[in-house]
């Protein structure tokens, strides 16, 4: 069964502390690796892409990498505005459509 | 260009009643998509449409049924509303990438 479990659920940082989150998938036949921003009270906000294992994607301190089992957000001296949960998915390999499989989340909290 | 619009913002509703969420993009994809987010849980795909005039049932349909209106419009019916359907519901659109709406926050009591 596809599946994309992320750890860990929370996550408490101080200000400047770098940082990794952990998206683990079982996909056969990946389509695409999707990081996603969520703040309280609102939609997912598209971060990343990532296709193939061993590319890359940086935006400000972020930094999304994929192998062939898991993907990492690296999260480099992170500041309160990066506080939010980050949400990854995973697209199988299903013909005429871009269906998804979620994981659950990350909650990072950075303390000034 | 608002990308994509959810109305209403908040809704609560009596066991029984019956309610449209509508979903709107500007973004002019092809596919679009209905979710439902709730804790510990995750997004949970309800149905989908891959192109104007199609849709199809996703992880979670019972309990819905959508209409995809046109290109730009794709609803979600709730025919008699439960408390186990007390949700956020998110529409998404996207041909690769999926962008979603600012959500509808549903109480039904």
């Known amino acids: 069964e596809d599946q994309v479990t992320q750890s860990p659920e929370a996550l408490r940082l101080q200000e400047g502390e770098s940082s990794s989150l952990n998206c683990s998938y079982t996909v056969s036949g990946l389509r695409g690796l999707f990081w996603y921003r969520q703040d309280p009270g609102k939609g997912p906000e598209f971060l990343f892409t990532l296709y193939s294992a061993g590319e890359e994607k940086e935006k400000e301190r972020l930094k999304a990498t994929l192998t062939k089992k898991e993907s990492f957000l690296h999260i480099t001296a992170p500041k309160p505005e990066d506080s939010a949960t980050y949400l990854c998915a995973a697209r199988p390999p299903t013909s005429g459509t871009y269906k998804y499989i979620f994981g659950t989340g990350t909650r990072l909290k950075v303390l000034a | 260009n608002a990308g994509v619009t959810q109305t209403p913002k908040f809704q609560v509703l009596k066991t029984g009643q019956s309610m449209t969420l509508q979903c709107a993009q500007d973004m002019n994809h092809n596919s679009m998509y209905w979710y439902r987010q709730d804790p510990g849980m995750g997004l949970r795909l309800i149905y989908y449409?891959?192109?104007?005039?199609?849709?199809d049932k996703g992880e979670v349909p019972n309990g819905y049924n959508v209409s995809r209106l046109n290109k730009r419009e794709f609803s979600l019916r709730l025919e008699s509303a439960a408390p186990s359907q007390t949700s956020v519901y998110f529409c998404a659109t996207g041909d690769s990438e999926q962008f979603f709406g600012p959500g509808t926050r549903l109480t039904v009591l």
């Open positions: 449409s891959a192109s104007e005039g199609t849709t």
